[in-house]
């Protein structure tokens, strides 16, 4: 598992952070020049943690419903915003540019 | 109409807002920005609760939770309850949730 | 072409769709039921709902926002992805296709779609 300065040399990273089962924020990494905080690190944490948990509820329904496994567990999310995009796994997220965002090797970097 | 809700212990602000989520009218403690605001999260709120009830239905096969009327998102100190089109900001000191979610029920519009 | 036929066209596309903001519709190409992209589009629907309200959070902390107005989402399981832009849908084999360019694909046509939900 790669630690959160090896994380911030995925292409386009700006962030790499670590979270609580709870979402709250524990650890980060912010590259200089952009207008990231912690406390809207933490934001985006709980933004990872809840969107995981909704997922792992959809895929909880869906393999039931279905009896299509491969959903579960949900082993990722991604957000992606306008410019930006979060990439979240387990308890650690990366925020990347999304012109330069590699997801796959973030996913892969996060140990999916 | 709606302002008598303030009249409910604990109740700080009500908003009655419309089905794009846009303010229709404030009372309360809270400035006009942030009554347009509480105004916008409970109607993205209300669509999410929604669309989550609609899952549970179709995951449980049971009926009974769409459409879903209300919520309450119960902080430490505040709670936000909400029914049909009106949402109010709720101390939770002196307000009876019961009481709040009876009061918003019988006045929905 | 259009963008769900040309999804589903590619190489690990199980199921490309898409479905009104309102929920009362949804069309699907590909390997899933007729009621399973209703499913689909149900849930699809509810985390695009999240993922559009917790990007309006994100602003409140930060003007300009770059992650608002949200775009899309992909969640990913052990075997299978699925990827949303607007309203748009992919499901993936995680052996078979390329996430970046789905994503990429589906970002290029759909990224940039007004944000009213309708």
């Known amino acids: 598992m790669q630690s959160l300065d090896e994380l911030m040399k995925l292409p386009g990273a700006i962030a790499s952070f670590e979270f609580s089962d709870r979402g709250e924020l ?3 990494c912010l590259a200089e020049g952009n207008e990231l905080t912690p406390d809207i690190l933490d934001l985006v944490s709980h933004v990872c943690i809840a969107n995981i948990s909704i997922a792992t509820m959809q895929a909880r329904g869906w393999e039931k419903v279905t009896g299509q496994a491969g959903f579960y567990p949900v082993e990722g999310f991604t957000l992606v915003g306008f410019d930006w995009s979060t990439v979240s796994s387990g308890n650690r997220g990366v925020i990347l540019r999304n012109e330069e965002a ?11 | 109409m709606i302002r008598r809700l303030l009249a409910i212990d604990g109740v700080n602000a009500v908003c009655h807002f419309r089905d794009d989520g846009a303010l229709v009218e404030g009372h309360g403690v809270l400035e006009e920005q942030h009554m347009a605001g509480l105004a916008m999260f409970a109607h993205d709120y209300r669509r999410i609760l929604q669309s ?9 096969q049971v009926r009974g939770w769409t459409p879903p009327k209300g919520w ?32 918003l029920a019988d006045t929905q519009y | 072409m259009s963008i769900v036929a040309e999804l589903a ?19 699907c ?20 709902l999240s993922a559009h309200m917790q990007a309006h959070f994100l602003a409140l902390g930060m003007d300009p926002c770059p992650f608002n107005p949200a775009s899309g989402w992909s969640v990913r399981g052990p075997h299978f992805t699925v990827c949303v832009m607007a309203n748009v849908f992919c499901f993936l084999d995680n052996t078979a296709t390329s996430l970046n360019e789905v994503m990429r ?4 046509h759909l990224g940039r779609e007004p944000e009213d939900l309708i």
Request: proline fraction near 1%; charged fraction near 25%; charge should be negative.
């Open chain 3, 105 to 108: 694909l589906m970002h290029k």
């Open chain 2, 72 to 103: 309450i998102v119960h902080g430490r100190e505040a709670t936000v309850c909400s029914f049909g089109n009106l949402v109010c900001l709720v101390d939770n000191r002196e307000a009876s949730l019961s009481e709040v979610m009876r009061e």
């Open chain 3, 29 to 48: 190409k590909g390997e899933l039921s007729e009621e399973h992209a209703r499913m689909a589009s149900i849930m699809c629907r509810a985390t695009n």
């Open chain 3, 9 to 27: 066209a590619r190489p690990g596309v199980i199921a490309a769709g898409e479905y009104s903001y309102r929920g009362d519709r949804f069309q």
């Open chain 2, 52 to 60: 989550h009830a609609d899952q549970l239905s179709m995951f449980s």
């Open chain 1, 26 to 28: 524990t650890e980060h």
């Open chain 1, 102 to 112: 590699d997801y796959q090797a973030t996913y892969d970097a996060l140990g999916v």
